[in-house]
């Protein structure tokens, strides 16, 4: 008698009103997050404006973070690009 594979993954069917849901919280945040980011660069570049002051003063950013910042975003610009490469090769690997 052969084994039936154990399939433990409940799956069910997401509801469309919470995919929208999903979509629209992850938007915004993404949205925050580029916000932010370009902020720090004007910043950076010394692109000066009323407008750019008062997202600053909203967001409560440091002034003096941003280097930091901007080494965290290069830092993740090469990790994520290897993680996800490495990760694919992984998973092709169990494909065979």
Request: charged share 20%.
């Amino acid at each position: 008698m052969q084994k039936q594979p154990i399939d433990p993954i409940i799956r069910h069917q997401t509801s469309r009103f919470s995919r929208y849901v999903r979509g629209l919280v992850l938007t915004a945040l993404w949205g925050f997050v580029a916000m932010i980011v370009l902020d720090n660069i004007s910043f950076k570049a010394g692109w000066y404006s009323d407008t750019l002051v008062s997202l600053y003063l909203l967001f409560n950013l440091k002034a003096h973070a941003d280097d930091h910042l901007l080494a965290l975003i290069g830092l993740l610009l090469i990790l994520v690009p290897i993680y996800a490469g490495w990760r694919w090769a992984c998973l092709k690997k169990e494909e065979r």
